[in-house]
């Protein structure tokens, strides 16, 4: 099994910037891509952010420019950059992890339990 903890959401004015982590722990496991998704009240989760093991990146549209993803495949651990930060980009951000158990050579998702980010105008 593979647990993701995230963390370092806030409140936060328009403009400013934030920076999530989330790592994932665990035993016989490896982490295939990881994905930031978030979602705001009232809406669908929509993906933010993905990134491969190989460190290809892929954004959605809206965060484009504004948003880094980037891990450290040693700690495990994947990070949001959030600069530039709008009052719509507000909502519960999750981590997301494709993971193969060794032992069972198969790949399963796993999520982290949110993380809330407010930005205010």
């Known amino acids: 099994q593979v647990q993701l903890v995230e963390s370092g959401g806030g409140p936060v004015q328009a403009g400013g910037s934030l920076r999530l982590s989330c790592a994932a722990s665990?035993?016989?496991?490896?982490?295939?891509?990881m994905s930031w998704y978030r979602q705001a009240p009232g809406k669908q989760r929509d993906l933010v952010a993905t990134?491969?093991?190989?460190?290809?990146?892929d954004y959605a549209d809206s965060v484009k420019g504004r948003f880094t993803i980037s891990r450290d495949n040693a700690k495990n651990t994947v990070y949001l950059q959030m600069n530039s930060l709008k009052p719509e980009d507000t909502a519960v951000y999750f981590c997301y992890a494709a993971a193969t158990i060794t032992r069972w050579r198969s790949q399963f998702g796993y999520w982290g339990q949110g993380t809330q980010v407010t930005v205010s105008s």
């Open positions: 990134i491969t093991s190989s460190g290809t990146t």
């Open positions: 665990g035993s016989d496991f490896s982490i295939n891509a």
